[in-house]
């Protein structure tokens, strides 16, 4: 009888373990907040995955892939923008409640095409 109590406060314990476990992780994986894009056109990125790379340029013909001039991180992370790639090379960090914006003297040409998070 004994054995039965001690195995079922083991279960409990280890169910009440991994519950605080996913309910802690699920914040760490993502920033609270939205992201919003302007210039060619709106966006909005709502709780994006922190440590992701997004795509968030627009396929505009004939030119191929054009993205927007304009970034404001209303998120509770560091978001990073780049006109490369997959997130790859120079990137211009944002940090929560701030904007940032691609040169104005080189838009479209120099647009933000990626975000990284965190």
Do not use: Q
Not at 30 to 41: D, H, Q, V
Request: net charge positive.
């Amino acid at each position: 009888m004994k054995m039965r109590r001690n195995a079922g406060r083991t279960l409990a314990m280890g169910a009440m373990a991994a519950s605080l476990l996913l309910l802690g992780t699920g914040a760490a994986n993502a920033a609270t907040g939205t992201l919003e894009f302007s210039g060619n056109g709106e966006r909005t990125l709502t709780n994006p995955k922190d440590g992701a790379c997004y795509y968030v340029g627009k396929e505009t013909p004939p030119w191929g892939s054009v993205g927007y001039r304009r970034i404001t991180n209303h998120t509770d992370k560091k978001v990073t923008w780049y006109t490369a790639d997959d997130c790859k090379g120079d990137g211009s960090a944002v940090a929560p409640g701030k904007t940032s914006e691609a040169s104005g003297t080189w838009w479209p040409l120099v647009n933000i095409r990626y975000v990284k998070i965190g």
